[in-house]
């Protein structure tokens, strides 16, 4: 495995004008042996970085380091990667198991290994009675777990490098291979690098998930430091289901002022521009007594929980009602202020404590 390092790297297509970026410059280390994800909606410059990385495309300016070895100019073959395509990837006049072999027989490792990782890999995935079965034959699910399965078996590999891998696969084997993905990891300690739109493949897959947004890297943290402390308003909103309420505020002292109610913080703040205030669905209470009134226009009913949708002014905001809990005629609601964030265009604040 190996110590990945982007330095002052950034990659334009086509123009030298800055706004034409699609990765932003930036300076970025990924550990040895740490299973990452790079989440972020469609166009956000993910999938360029990850081909940046894996050599198959050649950044405008910057480095990239392997151990402190510089491969920039080097091909995919010669950084020793192993990548993972949305679609697969497959030989399909092949059965399953020669394609899991067929890395392995170009490496020209001896034949006990090679049955041997095929074996523990068919095991993985769930594949042993298709191993002697032709590609062609099999349903999309299976060629894309053969895929995955070319990227891991082999162990030699600098990094592994998944592209939306799971986006063909049937929703429920979509969890499992996550699940099973995430157990190789802890098994083998392979650098692993997951790509993906899909917040929950990335929080339960990697221990870093780093956020892109229009080509630059907004926040890296664990999944509960990205549902805790978003350092970046649409961090905010892209984690969490529903995401986090964004509302404009004016500040107080240590109060905030939205649609003419004072809610009370327990933090001082500085300045007097305008501001925003983030707060969880999750973290507003309903109730007969709350001080600020809420306009409910739609409750959905989700099973686990409800999720009502309402106006405080001309601000729309959601709550998280849990199972069980009824929702009150013409309710206000209570902010819980320990978990209120700050923002001033966009960027998280670090309030003074009181």
Known sequence: MAHIHLDQLGHRYGSDSSENYAVKPLD????????????????????????????LLHPSEGRVLF??????????????????????????????AENLAFPLRNRKLPVTEIEQRVLTVLQMLGMQDKAHHRARSLNADDKQKISLGRGLVRTDVNAILFDEPLTVI?????????????????????????????????????????????????QIGTPQELFDKPRHVFVGKFIGSPGMNVLDAEPAGSAVIIDGHHIALQKQLDGKAPLQVGIRPEHIRLSPDGDIPLQIFRIEDLGRH????????????????????????NPGIELDAERINLYRDDILLEPVST
């Open 28 to 55: 970025l280390a990924w550990n040895d042996g740490g299973a990452y994800a790079l989440l972020g909606p469609s166009g956000c410059g993910k999938t360029t970085l990850l081909n940046i990385i894996s050599g």
């Open 306 to 329: 409800l999720v009502v949708h309402g106006y405080l002014g001309d601000q729309q905001l959601s709550v998280v009602v849990p199972e069980g809990a009824a929702v009150p005629d």
């Open 170 to 218: 049937d929703p429920q084997l979509k969890w499992e291979l996550r699940t099973e993905l995430k157990k190789i990891h802890q098994q083998f300690g392979h650098t692993m690098i997951y790509v993906t739109h899909d917040q929950t493949e990335a929080l339960t897959f990697a221990d870093q998930v780093v956020v892109m947004y229009e080509g630059e890297v907004v």
């Open 67 to 96: 151990d402190q070895q510089d491969v920039t100019d080097l091909s995919p073959e010669q950084r020793n990667i192993a990548q993972v395509f949305q679609f697969p990837v497959v030989y399909d006049t092949m059965t399953v």
